[in-house]
């Protein structure tokens, strides 16, 4: 058997389940999101861009979807970086990596049970009855975007932290001595040498949270309560209760398209922060 | 500092341990902690719905585990003696199996699977001897498995990838300079290096399979997984049923987790 009959035999069986379980789909998702709905619940195959032009009639999914995702990604990397900083330059590193895994860990468990946990704590019978308790009555958590931004940062966090420690713990610790021994404050010191030599690694946990967010359903629905409405909210009713697939299909690919769009943006700005960073730090 | 990251992980542990501690309470409601009972418990496990969303969830996320250790492994292992195109469009694979939202990858393969089954119902119903009666294809268990092989195939080739590129090339070049097939330079050298990389890869996609509910939503047709089951009585009211299942979710993806982080570990320090 030649190398390269080897390499081809290898690689069929991938190949074939990609093709067939993923470039298949996503193109018949292309192709009904220019066609009709059919009475019956299917598709009748056209080429009509009517689907895109209904899209403002789910304007609000898009909406909350586009203000949450970043606001959740903001919040969540407001909280992970202090721990990320924590984790890579205080602790003993005896007690670094059982820290860090500490961290991780819940993001590999069930999302949909610590959703679950925290209607349980942010329901009627959890901290409101606490709050009630001390003497602050008539909180509702439950249910608001509130409680959805909490779903997320506590889903979403594990991965916001990593990326952020993994580049502070690269960071160079001489240069932090450097500047101190330059007389630099140590507000400085993070300032021109911490943050900008830690920006790959927000710009990666930021990128995905938001990514991850962007198809969110499970914390809404769960969190939300039917108020707080994302796209993916938006795709399982068109998808399972409607059975509108043309229009549905239509709300995917712009889906993907807006986010293609966003993190491209995104990507673009680190970049042009990165380089002008850097010429600060030559100076 | 310390205070912070302390808080910090309360906020991550105190939910997971909430559910816990009521999982074992006696009471029916969380405002009331009545004393210790495992109750719950055997009510869980002794609901036949229960029982069966577990054997499908099992079922389902071992066989594609399986399926995505073996097919990922082997695409891992021929990439890397592959350039130019071909390269080129399985990183694109990849890439986009990873990056798309699941929720998109649920109602891709939901629509693209039916309308193939369409086509090839009839076809199907043509060929087959007359009387007897032809199968439908529809979709089930069968689309479930494929849907999160795809998706954890993607996630095999990334992990075992990494392994081999960190992998000593001196060595398989070692072993076929001494005459060794290249079927024996694989069992003798190259598997024994990545086999701890292949089983946490293994590890990590039954996690992933056993926890996934989006994808299992829209292609699962009838058949109900454990994350189904649950998410369908968290809509019907908060139980003390749903704690103790939850907590023995929790229980199992973290047995199997610590499995895969050792594996990864032994795997990166035996070369050295």
Redesign the interface.
């Given at each position: 058997m030649t190398r390269r009959t080897r390499t081809w035999l290898l690689l069929m069986p991938a190949g074939t389940w990609f093709l067939v379980m993923l470039l298949l789909p996503l193109t018949v998702v292309l192709v009904f999101s220019f066609g009709e709905r059919a009475p019956a619940g299917g598709v009748v195959p056209a080429f009509t861009f009517e689907q895109y032009a209904n899209l403002p009639a789910r304007w609000t999914a898009f909406k909350n979807t586009l203000t949450l995702a970043p606001v959740g990604t903001l919040a969540a990397l407001l909280i992970a970086y202090p721990l990320a900083y924590f984790l890579a330059v205080k602790v003993d590193p005896k007690w670094k990596t059982i820290l860090l895994v500490l961290v991780i860990v819940p993001f590999w468990t069930s999302i949909l049970i610590r959703s679950y946990a925290w209607i349980f704590l942010l329901g009627g019978r959890g901290l409101p009855a606490l709050l009630d308790w001390i003497g602050i009555e008539g909180v509702r958590l439950i249910n608001t975007p509130f409680a959805v931004l909490v779903g997320i940062i506590y889903g979403y966090l594990p991965l916001m932290v990593f990326p952020i420690f993994v580049s502070l713990d690269r960071l160079d610790k001489r240069l932090l001595e450097a500047a101190s021994d330059l007389g630099a404050t140590r507000w400085n010191t993070f300032r021109q040498i911490t943050l900008p030599l830690s920006i790959p690694g927000i710009a990666t946990g930021c990128m995905l949270v938001f990514i991850l967010l962007m198809g969110e359903f499970l914390i809404p629905a769960l969190l939300g309560g039917g108020k707080v409405f994302f796209v993916g909210n938006a795709l399982v009713d068109l998808f399972l209760q409607s059975r509108n697939w043309a229009y549905g299909s239509a709300v995917a690919v712009t889906l993907v398209i807006v986010m293609l769009i966003t993190v491209t943006i995104y990507m673009r700005l680190i970049n042009r922060l990165g380089a002008s960073r850097e010429d600060v730090s030559i100076m | 500092?310390?205070m912070?990251?302390t808080c910090?992980?309360l906020?991550?542990?105190?939910?997971?341990g909430?559910?816990a501690l009521?999982s074992f309470n006696a009471g029916r409601?969380?405002?009331q902690l009545q004393g210790f009972s495992t109750k719950w418990y055997g009510k869980a496990l002794g609901n036949p719905f229960v029982m069966d969303a577990l054997q499908t969830s099992l079922l389902v996320a071992f066989t594609s585990a399986l399926l995505a250790s073996?097919?990922?492994t082997?695409?891992a292992?021929?990439?890397q003696?592959?350039r130019g195109p071909?390269r080129t469009v399985?990183d694109m694979?990849i890439y986009?199996?990873v990056?798309?939202?699941?929720?998109?990858?649920g109602?891709?393969?939901?629509?693209?699977?039916v309308?193939?089954f369409d086509q090839l119902n009839p076809m199907l119903a043509a060929l087959w001897p007359e009387g007897a009666q032809a199968p439908r294809l529809s979709m089930g268990l069968g689309s479930l498995i494929?849907?999160h092989?795809?998706f954890l195939?993607a996630l095999v080739?990334i992990i075992v990838r990494a392994r081999l590129a960190g992998m000593d090339r001196a060595l398989t070049e070692a072993s076929s300079d001494l005459y060794a097939t290249?079927f024996g330079t694989f069992r003798q050298v190259t598997l024994p290096m990545i086999f701890p990389a292949v089983l946490a890869g293994f590890l990590?996609s039954f996690?992933f399979s056993f926890?996934d509910?989006?994808i299992a939503?829209?292609v699962a047709g009838s058949e109900t997984t454990l994350?189904i089951y649950?998410?369908s009585s968290?809509r019907r009211g908060?139980t003390p049923e749903?704690?103790a299942i939850?907590t023995m979710?929790?229980g199992v993806?973290?047995i199997l987790?610590v499995a895969a982080?050792v594996l990864l570990r032994r795997g990166e320090r035996k070369p050295k």
């Open positions: - | 500092m310390r912070y990251a910090v992980y906020f991550l542990y105190i939910p997971i909430v559910i009521f409601h969380a405002s073996l097919f990922g082997m695409a292992l021929a990439l003696g592959v071909v399985f694979l986009v199996a990056m798309i939202p699941g929720i998109v990858i109602i891709a393969t939901l629509i693209g699977l309308t193939l494929a849907a092989t795809m195939m080739i290249p990590l996690t926890d509910f989006i939503f829209f994350p649950v998410f968290i908060v749903i704690n939850g979710v929790l993806s973290l987790l982080q």
